[in-house]
């Protein structure tokens, strides 16, 4: 568990939330490495290293992407079909975290291939423990593909 | 008329008088002729002397005595000659001329010259000579010369003595001794030359009336013979014209010879006899030899039998010898005794005829039998006739027609006769026989009948027909003896007739009842069609009949209209003709089916007669016909409407989904977006919380910030959420305005923000009057102004544009700005709920779903173009000119 530190790319356009995720995963000491975008076009130019993100020492590939699905420009969905088509970043396991319980956003996102699909909950503690689970279970127990070549 | 005839009977004979005798003597009678002619011209002549004489001088009178006295002589002669006498009173006539010349002169001495008497003196030998022939001629010369020869002696002894004394007396008595000779001679040999002449021509013309006298002995003996032969002769020729006619004692022509004389044979004979003729004629002419046949004539008493010899007379011209044979080798007493039965065969016949004609005319049974029964009653002169028919059950003979009075009541009475009671009529029926009883009251079985009190002879006759009675006809008469054996047998004829008349009216009858069934039944069967017809033609949906080859046989007006063409045109056509190209197939497959014996249901294009394709359903079952698919019978259904409905519906139920979508998409956006401040205010109240308690205040301050921009933000989305449903359920009814007037509203809401970022607003010269909710409209024009002024990035000039561009489906309006440009991916999503580019920028993101809202509700339509980043932005819609659908 301990050792080497798990890169963590968090997509939320919600500061609040952000911070919100943020606290928790560091309360838990979980992500040793957090990088938070705020929308899917950013995203997607972070892992394609594209525009600012074009160094690949800016970019370090993430072990697991924590995606909300409500994004400005590019759609959270939008984002997880384009990551999952991509042969260098489908191996990257997403987890939605989103408010949206919808039946259609969760088809959808499973169809593309999501690792996991998770609800916010309003509920504080409840929230907590999720987190608490969450960062336990993907970033502890979950064996993640150690860094690319 | 008695006078005149009187006259003429008076100078008829005077006439006769004056006129010479007829004697057979030729030479007599020119003698008389001649003497007749010159005693009248004597006659005349001293007649006119008498007259003369004494009106010429007074001292004549001795002439007119002497006249007078010839006159009287000469008509004393011509009694003589008409008594038969010619030689006496010419010889007389002569000697008294002779005389009285020379006692004339000798005593007048006034025709003294000796020339005038001798020229008078040859004038009496001569008439000598033509009276009494040469010796008279010669007699009279003689006499004349004696004369001459006294007054000679008598003027030499001077008793005579003539004033022109000629002066050698002597020498002229020779010269006249010697003329009167020569004339007398000459006289004579003229007389006998004539004599001789008139003798030959006597022979002549007695060997011509010897020949004339044979003939017509021949010809009278031949006559004779063809009168007392019974044959006429006609002389015919070979185009039937009657030439000649003989006619015959034994023969009678059907009209006078001079009706038929001259005339072609087929305007005398019937038509049948003169074609045997004129065939007889042609036979005889080409063979050349007698043709014989027989021939019968309708004639007034009775029919004539002939027999016709046609003999060939020349090339074209034959002789018909024709004999009455009717009453050949018959005495008159048969002849008699047969015109007498014939006469009552006629009778019969006549009668028969008439019932006969009765039958074929009538053919009501029951007007049959009563034309029937007074026809033989008045016919046959009887007292009564009655006509019986068994009934059906066979026991009783019932009365169907009865003569007169007595019958008519009967009738009226129903009378029957019981088969197994006695009577005659049953006893007939029973036996199937006629029984005749003379005397009737005598007959064991006859029935005695009230009604007819009169009856001493009657007869009851059976009606049979195929061998069965069906019943019988009753005769009755006043007197005993009434039926000879003749008259039953005719009777039984005449009731023979009328079964098979009467079977023939039964048959008309049943055939007449058979005909009105079948017509009631044809009539149901029209009114059946007729129905058919009206329900067919009244069904809205086309109904067409198809015949065994596949083509149309009818089709109702409401496939007509369906299609576009008249019944006329379709009559005869193949229904593939019809559809659409590519659906001819499915047609043709149904036709197959139907074939098969199944029923079709499919869908098909038509082209109708203006080239519309219109959609029909066809319904079709197979035809049936005598147990045999004779075509088919289709409902077709005009499915334009359904279609048309269908595409409604579509189009509404695509409209719900998308409405639905939108729908879900909002309520999913409201849970999302309303959930998201939740979670955020519930995060931090928990720091808080945890923070409070362990007395941690770092924190305290940003999140109770964090916590308060959440409330903050969920307050701003309740109240956009809120404007966003009461667009369309909270409406300011459309006003008339100037669209310039709105822009100048949301100008001045807006001008702050404008102004913060510098941004210059120009307005289009040319702004339409709109109908719009005026609060609403200028909500769209303050938010679009709003975004553009928000979105100028980093533009050093920023300007916003407005205008409007008149199209054919109303105006046009944009807001153009040179901001930072929106990429093609989001020309939509700008407009979703709470849909925001960049998460950064203030508002909730209902902005422009309201903006569309709005515009949508108008009855028009938003959308933006932009060339991408950098490059601003136009927002264009539409509003309806006039009034909106608001």
Known sequence: ?149 | MKLMAWRSRRLERIRGFFSPPVFSDDTKGRRAKLLSYILNVHIIVALGFSLLYPLQARENWPFAVVALATCVSVLVLRVLLHRGQVTLPAFLFLCFLALTLPLTAFFLSRTSSMNTLTAFQSVIIVMAGLLLGGRGAFGFAVFNLFANGMLLYAEVQGFYNPSDTPPDSGSSLVVQAVTFTTIAVMLAVANRSIRESFAQAGNELEKHRKTQDELGQATSTLRAVLDTLPDAIFRISESGEIQDYIPAKGFTPLVPPEEFLGKPLGEVLPPDVTRAVLRAIRLALKNKRTETFEYQLAREENPGYFEARVVPMDRSTVMAIVRDVSGRAQTDADREAMLKVLARRSAYLRIASEVAKSYSSILDPDALMEQAVNLIQKGYGLYYVGLFLVDEKKQRAVLKAGSGEAGKSMLAEGHTLRLDEPSMVAWCIENGRARVAQQAQLDEVRHINPHLPLTRSEAALPLISRGQVIGALTVQDTDENAFTEEDIIALQTMSDQLVIALENARLFESALNELSERQRAEHELQQERDFAVQVMSALGQGVIVTDENGNFEYVNPAYESMTGYTAAQLIGKNPAELAHPDDRHLVVAAREHRREGRMTSYEVRLLRANGDVVHVLVTGTPRYRDAEIAGSIAVVTDLTEQKLNQQEREALIEELEAKNAELERFTYTVSHDLKSPLITIRGFLGYLEQDVFSRNTDRLEDDMKRISGAVDKMQRLLDDLLELSRIGRLMNPPEEIEFKTIVRDALSLVEGRLAARRVRVEVGGALPKVSVDRARMTEVMQNLLDNAAKFMGDQPDPRVEIGALETNDGCRFFVRDNGMGIERQYHERVFGLFNKLDPRTEGTGVGLALVRRIIEVHGGRIWLESEGAGKGTTFWFTLPRGKGKV
């Open chain 1, 1 to 149: 568990m301990v050792g080497e530190p798990v890169r963590v790319l968090l997509v939320e356009d919600n500061d609040d939330h952000a911070e919100l995720i943020i606290r928790q995963l560091a309360d838990h000491r979980v992500a040793n490495q957090l990088v938070r975008l705020a929308d899917g076009q950013e995203a997607l130019d972070y892992l394609h290293r594209r525009g600012k993100y074009a160094d690949p020492a800016s970019s370090p590939r993430p072990h697991v992407i924590l995606l909300d699905l409500r994004l400005p420009r590019v759609d959270g969905l939008e984002v997880l079909r384009i990551l999952k088509e991509s042969e260098d970043l489908r191996m990257i396991p997403i987890v939605i975290l989103t408010t949206s319980e919808s039946e259609r956003d969760v088809t959808h996102a499973y169809i593309n291939h999501v690792n996991s699909y998770v609800v916010k909950p309003v509920d504080f503690q409840k929230f907590r423990a999720l987190m608490d689970d969450l960062g336990f279970y993907w970033m502890s127990w979950n064996m993640v593909q150690k860094d690319h070549p």
